[in-house]
């Protein structure tokens, strides 16, 4: 494989190589204010898949990460595509288009080298998971991930783009397969089989671990939802919406890491971030200690939850409104332009779409 | 459009450039048996889209079949994707590779012509359509079907495939958008609208159309067919399989046609099978007369339709066992493999099959 990546131009960084590369590609060097004599570097992929650069000049700073063609959490043990790199950086172009406000940047994309230059997601950001651990609330966080899921789950769906656009994006990110399997495999097989790469608290949990390889009415579910999610393209998913992919401040939210992106049903997004919340609100009572029970703070997130679904389905049932009129293939204004029909039709669609959350929640929590 | 088309090597072929074509093709001329100097050329496309041609030696007879830049029975007015050839070619090959008995060999295809050479489907075949309307038997038809969907509808979807699989097809067949935006027009559209392509027997059934294009709650079910149809990638449908599109006699079954190929709901293809035999049914009424009432023929094609749907049940249900341990992606042997687990899972798939099925073959019925 080695040799293949590299006839293929493909060659890992380091501290020192990047540093090089940087220099020699103008939108990296730019993106520094052109201050490329004295970087900093800092390598900070704490997630499983890639290593992540933070690169600084006394001008400014950009974040470089660079897909490896294994899993970096299991080794090369584990191969994947560095191709995911690409699909990243696509999804990245398309979400942030329709949503800047709560997406970074893309500066520079190196297909070759599998590796994206984006904006630094400045401090006082962290990462969400870390934020629900510590206990700190975020008064915005509903209000920004409904703007963000409304708008990249609508906009790309057949709300909105005729089948002919649909189908070609379908079929590019039909490509995307090997993401695609590794989130079947972790999220739809193997916690109901015995598997190597299953990870629970031993011996504790050894019961419930069993109960979930035994429960055959959840199996039942379970298949159904997993031929869903790879059947079904109904619009660009992030893919892994969970709590870790997600940076906040009190005034900020911002999604990255959107590897796994492609045409999937949009309730796998929404439930995997409600799915999150509700972890996150059972985990508070490890979290609670003699000067916080953190009684306050599980009504905060149970808010956030209610608010997040509440918040999203207006403003998709908003930007449906708006531009009902369109190019959109699905409901054609010919036939659904009665206000009264429309109405129905839509709360039918928002009721299906909160039933595949769910369901998807559910397995995302399971998982 | 012309001028574009003759760049790619394209040119409408009339009964005298056939001749010429023919034998200076290798693989068409053996299909008549090397006879090639004494050729003759019979113009028989009856359907709606394209030109075929029957052509005949002393020792043996072949169909050409070449589609054009727009549809036939149209005219010039409305411009379709010549590609269209192409896809039937790809759906004849993989559907007649899985059920060889029932699907026409390819024996030629040419791109830049949108050109196919297939077998002759020989007299006394006739396209079933006008055997059911004289009123003849087919006591294979049900048998003969149920194998033909089975076998295409099993072996092209996740019960037996890997997403790797799936997802490279499901991509291909992508490109195949502008025979899918027909069929979403003159299905799912068109009969819920005012529209000039609409036909019914005005004015008889001018109260009936307006029926149809004002019945909310039919709307309602109709727009999740639609998006079910467009966004679900199931299995390699033959996306047309109506009456016209079957050639029969006693013994021999013969499904040809498959330009709309692509991977969309396998209950598409169930239906419109169901949904043309149940329109036949209630058709016999007028082609009743003093000598046949038709009683007995209405009861055979009832029996007919219930045993397609049996026989389909039974035997798709039996490739599905047969191939249980193998590649399939959706029901994973380490989950599904405790036999009670599986025949519930088996029955919910083939009721949901069947619920898809019935609604699709509605929306063809009205079409």
Not at 3 to 14: I, M, Y
Not at 62 to 90: H, N
Not at 157 to 168: A, P, V
Request: charged fraction near 25%.
């Amino acid at each position: 494989m080695a040799a293949a990546d590299e006839a293929q131009g493909f060659r890992p960084l380091d501290e020192a190589s990047l540093v090089a590369y940087i220099r020699a590609t103008p939108a990296l060097a730019a993106s520094l204010g052109g201050r490329v004599d004295d970087l900093a570097v800092k390598e900070v992929g704490d997630g499983n898949l890639n290593f992540v650069y933070i690169v600084s000049s006394d001008a400014g700073s950009v974040v470089v990460k660079q897909a490896l063609p294994y899993i970096r959490c299991v080794g090369d043990s584990w191969p994947m595509t560095r191709e995911r790199a690409y699909f990243e950086a696509s999804a990245l172009r398309e979400h942030g288009r329709l949503c800047p406000d709560h997406v970074p940047e893309v500066y520079h994309f190196d297909r070759a080298m599998s590796l994206i230059g984006m904006r630094y997601i400045k401090p006082p950001h962290i990462i969400l998971r870390k934020g629900l651990i510590a206990g700190v609330e975020y008064p915005l966080l509903a209000e920004h991930m409904s703007d963000y899921m409304a708008k990249t789950l609508f906009f790309t769906s057949l709300l909105y783009n005729s089948t002919t656009e649909h189908k070609k994006q379908v079929a590019r990110y039909c490509e995307n397969v090997e993401m695609c399997r590794l989130t079947e495999q972790v999220v739809f097989s193997d916690p109901y089989m015995v598997s190597k790469y299953n990870r629970w608290n031993s011996p504790f949990l050894d019961k419930d671990a069993e109960a979930v390889r035994e429960d055959d009415g959840l199996k039942l579910e379970i298949a159904e939802l997993k031929s869903m999610f790879i059947e079904r393209a109904q619009a660009l998913i992030h893919g892994d919406l969970h709590t870790g992919s997600i940076m906040v401040t009190r005034d900020s939210t911002q999604v990255i890491d959107p590897e796994f992106a492609f045409y999937a049903p949009m309730g796998y997004d929404i439930g995997a971030f409600l799915g999150n919340l509700i972890l996150a609100y059972f985990a508070q009572d490890g979290h609670a200690d003699q000067t916080n029970d953190r009684k306050a703070y599980k009504q905060w997130i149970l808010k956030t939850i209610e608010e997040s679904w509440n918040l999203f389905q207006q403003k998709f049932l908003g930007l449906w409104n708006k531009h009902k009129d369109g190019n959109g293939e699905a409901y054609l204004p010919a036939i659904y332009n009665n206000p009264e029909l429309l109405s129905v039709v839509q709360k039918k669609y928002m009721t299906g779409l909160l039933h595949d959350s769910l369901g998807f929640g559910s397995a995302k929590m399971i998982r």
